[in-house]
């Protein structure tokens, strides 16, 4: 650095630039002379109409119309860049003789070019020394280093449904067969403009909103209902009702921005049964068919990634080549990660049993409820990555893999694919996922001369949750993981074997207080790659993942809450509330994975702030 010697102020290095001459590494927080924000707008308008009437004494009908739009803007300013922010700090003197900035801090890159070849030469333009020394950088290195990137996108929805529902046949006493049928049209569309920078300029960033893209999806959908209880008032058979329905839906998705389109049609369904054989006792149970369709970011969604620095690296496995044709890293190419209009449904098969019981009498209110579920999913949605559309193609010859890849001209002569100058990634169907668990359910109010007390406890336990990542890697139990995600993006969350939620509450006329408490149990750190440590099996200091400790101990917190309704003059509510969140300040069990988390804690089941304190007022008119 030319503002201080044996100094490399360079706060991160891309492969292949070497620290010359060596020296110190040095790290720098610019919040005192950078300020980073996320400004986000987002306004939403729906507009709705709806007729309803009779077509006789047991059919009604009922139609709407409602159009909806959603305005979001997200800017974010001063966001530090990649190679600007490099080339910025990496400054010498100028000696170059007759130079206007002679004997003066000048960016390396302005006199010796870009300090990588994968680098866009547009990138040098407007380079600054920047002095990370104290407060002295100039306002035009800071402008250069850091940047602003911007997000809008307009949804559209327009959507025209009409229902009509009623009683089939009188049934043979237990009670009738009711039906209802339906139909529904939906359009959205959805454009997302990421702003007019450069493609260089835009991407150059490590954490970036992604490209401008756009796409339109209609949905056609009629579905049928029918109910009616089989059994009612007999010796062991209160009530047994039974539910049918089945749904036919039709996709058409159309990228603007590719012109790509795709159409899906598919059926759901549903069977529940409830049978009461006592008073107090309730048997549940449900099996259905479901389908999740993907999102507007699954089916449009754009971002590219530049070649060189950390990401823009591919493995190239031509065969043949010299030794040393690439670098290290692979041979340097864009990644755009990219929507699929044909990429299918989630397919999912849903079972449900457990049971109520409701004692009544002196238990009057009580409730007590165990249900199990299995979930299992088809063609989970995910984004692939670029080695697997590589493979593809070199491999099995997959036209459609093949199609995603471009080369540019060759590296080696005679070798006409040994330059891959793009790999186009796309979400696919590829993730299998199996859940089962039982939810328990606690119900009693109390009341009292001087008020009610209401307890209310809710728990889940994870028995198992099946899932694989990639298809060359094995299906893995993830059940009983508290430690963080599954990486940048990931297509599943992990899940502790226990958490539970108790809440206590006191009621009296116009003054409630709340007192809650959130558990959840101990687990591991990570059960995918899987990190394994001194108390699992197979542990291994000298195996690649292996961890000082696997273990993520039991958590619990306390929150207390209030409210007071003041009643004041015709308000039909003014209601004063305060709120304590871990209300003895506990502190989070160490929790993060594989870089994500808070502070290394998992903030999805443990707080990472501490004690918070709420003071509100809410007015109903």
């Known amino acids: 650095s030319p503002f201080s010697t044996n100094v490399f102020c360079g706060f991160t290095i891309p492969p292949g630039i070497p620290l010359s001459p060596p020296g110190t590494v040095l790290t720098k927080d610019?919040?005192?002379?950078?300020?980073?924000?996320?400004t986000t707008d987002t306004e939403v308008t729906r507009f709705v109409v709806g007729l309803n009437g009779q077509l006789s004494e047991t059919w009604s009908w009922d139609a709407y119309y409602q159009n909806g739009k959603t305005t979001r803007d997200q800017i974010g300013q001063g966001y530090q860049t990649n190679w600007r922010y490099y080339m910025a700090t990496d400054a010498i003197i100028d000696t170059r003789p007759g130079s206007p900035t002679f004997n003066q801090?000048?960016?390396r890159a302005l006199i010796s070019g870009v300090p990588d070849p994968n680098v866009d030469p547009s990138l040098i333009n407007g380079c600054l020394p920047l002095n990370p020394f104290g407060k002295a950088a100039s306002q035009g290195a800071l402008d250069y280093a850091f940047g602003d990137l911007t997000e809008s996108n307009v949804i559209n929805q327009d959507v025209y449904a009409g229902t009509i529902s009623g009683q089939l046949w009188k049934g043979w006493g237990a009670g009738p067969l009711m039906g209802a049928f339906g139909v529904e049209y939906r359009d959205e569309d959805l454009v997302n403009n990421a702003g007019n920078l450069p493609r260089a300029q835009r991407t150059d960033f490590s954490l970036q909103y992604g490209d401008s893209f756009s796409g339109e999806t209609t949905v056609k959908e009629g579905f049928a209902e029918?109910?009616?209880?089989?059994?009612?008032?007999?010796?062991?058979a209160q009530?047994?009702?039974?539910?049918?329905?089945?749904?036919?839906?039709?996709?058409?998705?159309?990228?603007?921005t590719t012109g790509q389109s795709g159409t899906q049609s598919f059926t759901t369904w549903k069977f529940a049964f409830v049978y009461d054989p006592i008073d107090w006792l309730r048997l549940r149970g449900s099996r259905s068919q479901d389908l999740r369709a993907a999102s507007f970011r699954e089916l449009y969604y754009s971002q590219s990634i530049p070649p060189g620095g950390i990401f823009g690296y591919v493995q190239n496995p031509t065969t043949g080549l010299p030794p040393n044709t690439y670098p290290p890293a692979g041979d340097a190419a864009w990644q755009i990660l990219s929507g699929n209009p044909n990429l299918n449904p989630e397919e999912s098969l849903t079972e449900t049993y457990g049971f109520v019981i409701s004692p009544g009498g002196g238990a009057e209110g009580l409730h007590f409820s165990a249900d199990y579920y299995e979930i299992t999913i088809k063609g989970g949605q995910r984004l692939d990555g670029s080695p697997s559309v590589i493979n593809a193609c070199f491999q099995r010859n997959d036209p459609v893999a093949c199609g995603r890849i471009t080369f540019g001209p060759p590296l080696v002569p005679g070798f006409p694919t040994s330059n891959i100058e793009e790999v186009e990634v796309p979400y696919i169907n590829a993730s299998p996922?199996?859940?089962?668990?039982?939810?328990?359910?606690?119900?009693?109010?109390?009341?009292l001369d001087t008020g009610t007390i209401a307890f209310s406890l809710t728990a889940t336990q994870a028995r198992d949750l099946l899932f694989q990542n990639t298809i060359s890697l094995q299906i893995r139990d993830v059940a009983g993981q508290s430690g963080g995600g599954f990486g940048f993006l990931p297509d599943v969350a992990p899940a502790p074997e226990w958490v539970s939620n108790l809440i206590v509450s006191y009621l009296r006329e116009r003054f409630t207080i709340t007192g809650q408490a959130r558990y959840t149990g101990s687990g591991k750190l990570d059960l995918l790659t899987p990190r394994l440590g001194p108390s699992d099996p197979g542990y291994n200091p000298a195996v690649t993942g292996s961890v000082s400790n696997s273990d993520v101990p039991s958590h619990t917190t306390f929150n207390l809450s209030g409210s007071y309704d003041l009643?004041?003059?015709?308000?039909?509510?003014?209601e004063l509330f305060a709120s304590i969140t871990n209300l003895f300040d506990e502190?989070?069990?160490?929790?993060?994975?594989?870089?994500f988390g808070v502070g290394g804690v998992n903030a999805a089941f443990f707080d990472a702030l501490g004690r918070t304190y709420r003071v509100g007022f809410r007015m109903q008119f």
């Not at 029918?226 to 062991?236: G, N, S, V």
């Not at 036919?248 to 159309?254: A, F, Q």
């Open 587 to 595: 502190d989070p069990p160490f929790s993060g994975n594989n870089g």
């Open 30 to 38: 610019w919040s005192d002379q950078n300020d980073q924000t996320v």
């Open 105 to 107: 801090p000048v960016c």
């Open 433 to 447: 996922y199996t859940a089962k668990g039982i939810d328990y359910s606690f119900d009693y109010p109390l009341a």
């Open 239 to 256: 009530l047994l009702n039974v539910n049918i329905a089945g749904r036919r839906s039709e996709y058409e998705n159309t990228d603007r």
């Open 567 to 574: 009643k004041i003059g015709s308000l039909e509510k003014t």
């Open 226 to 236: 029918f109910e009616m209880p089989l059994l009612r008032d007999l010796t062991a």
